[in-house]
């Protein structure tokens, strides 16, 4: 099983939809994030969480929240989907000691119609 | 400009050869590289980290920092077609040391 596990792993939804992603963790890491990946843009970091109490916006946070249920857990929602948050999503882990390891999950690919 | 730019490729060498991938940062008080690689339609993964000046071999990778000139590259030698995949460049700049900012990717072809 994998370390980093997302949920769904396709998704198709309409405009307007609320949608939630979820990410679950079995390698005992504080620190989860959420990543967006479009072609020719790379990897964005749209917010991170350090523990359960600790929530922070990155670079592209809006028109997503986040909720951190659990240590080994952290969902990424959009309220209300629009076309342009069409992406591969991800969720990743990191060790408090390390400073560049992330954990990737294996994607969550999203499509708003 | 954006903070961390890579030539997206695809860069196409045959079986044996090196590769040789390159990337810019734009701040100067960025403090650790890596390299991701990435299978098509799989998830990025660790290859190489590099903190100081210098050469970083581990395996048939070789990592190369210049702060000065702000650039970092990953050689691979005796390129397999097992290695065709996206290398992404990671920064970790000094304020923000749990944040990784992320290339673009440049795609690697092995030809066999």
């Known amino acids: 099983d994998a370390d980093v596990t997302q949920t769904p792993r396709n998704r198709i939804t309409k405009t307007g939809k609320r949608i939630m992603l979820e990410c679950s963790q079995t390698?005992?890491?504080?620190?989860m994030y959420w990543y967006r990946q479009d072609p020719g843009l790379g990897l964005r970091l749209i917010y991170y969480s350090f523990d359960v109490k600790d929530i922070n916006k990155g670079e592209i946070s809006d028109g997503y929240s986040v909720s951190r249920q659990a240590q080994a857990k952290f969902s990424l929602s959009l309220e209300s989907a629009i076309p342009n948050q069409t992406a591969l999503y991800f969720c990743?882990?990191?060790?408090?000691?390390?400073?560049?390891?992330?954990?990737f999950g294996e994607g969550s690919r999203l499509t708003v119609l | 400009q954006k903070e961390v730019e890579q030539n997206s490729g695809p860069l196409s060498v045959p079986e044996g050869a090196i590769a040789s991938l390159n990337c810019t940062y734009s701040d100067r008080v960025s403090q650790s590289f890596f390299w991701y690689r990435q299978y098509s339609g799989k998830s990025p993964e660790l290859i190489m980290s590099?903190?100081?000046?210098g050469d970083k071999e581990d395996g048939r990778f070789t990592a190369q920092l210049n702060k000065a000139s702000q650039y970092v590259s990953l050689l691979i030698r005796d390129s397999q077609p097992s290695d065709s995949a996206t290398y992404l460049c990671a920064v970790n700049q000094l304020d923000s040391s749990y944040k990784l900012i992320f290339g673009s990717g440049t795609r690697l072809l092995v030809r066999p």
């Open positions: 990743a882990t990191s060790d408090p000691s390390s400073t560049g390891e992330l954990f």
């Open positions: 390698k005992g890491h504080d620190r």
């Open positions: 590099i903190y100081s000046n």
